[in-house]
């Protein structure tokens, strides 16, 4: 089913207003957001000239699968658009190494509402350079009008895949497996090699304890003293 947009100029974040709309197949598109967040409530920069878009969908037995689903039409919606990237466990697009958009999958009532932040032509602070990049920075211009159609066109095919398959697709577009990580979650840390991601989209990390299972957690790539330099 299509997603009716709906376009504003300046607000707190698109999350809230997909919220207060609480109806599924609805795209809340703003210009800038002064109030962006990302998981647990961290600021998400969200200046004019990136997408701030946030669509509701229908929850199912799977919501989680939401995230993996939603980056792997980011993904998607860039390689059409001529920028390669890639994507890290369990919400980041990157490209050269950088993160590009971020997923954020939150739930109301019967609705899942997944927030998706693309970097385009947008400015990044001086904070997140080591970090972050953009299209721009990436040697493309790609506007909001370029990008939003194609994305919602992949949402629609991609959030309606059955679990198995998004979890095949998202390994199609993966640079997160055979790698070394160190994985936070909450108080808990864990380092080893991810393996794999289970049907549920978790992480199987294979540590010097054994295989640890990761339901949720921030993701850095560690480097092995016996490996060549690859950016986190
Ligand atoms: C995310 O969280 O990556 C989810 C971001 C979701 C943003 C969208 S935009 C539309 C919708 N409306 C909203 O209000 N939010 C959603 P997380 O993995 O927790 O990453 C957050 C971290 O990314 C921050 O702590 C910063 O370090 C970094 N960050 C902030 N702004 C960024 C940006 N524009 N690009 C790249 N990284 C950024």
New binding site residues.
Partial sequence: MPFKIIKYDHVD???NIAKEKNAPYLAIVARE?H??????H?????KEG?L???VTYPINDSPHLFSLAAGVAVAKTFIKLGLSCCLKWP??VMANNL??S???CETQDQIAVI???V?LN?P?PEV?KE??TSAKSCGLNITVDDFLPELLQYLELELERKPADIVKEWKKYQCTLGRHVKVIDGKKEYHGTAIDIDKNGFLIIQTEMGYKTVIAG?LRFIQKEDEPPQNS
């Fill in positions: 974040s698109t999350q957001m109030d962006g967040r990302g998981r647990m961290r600021k998400w920069f969200a990136g701030w878009l946030s919400n980041d993160k590009i971020g997923i954020l927030g998706i932040g970097n947008n990044l997140l970090y972050a921030d």
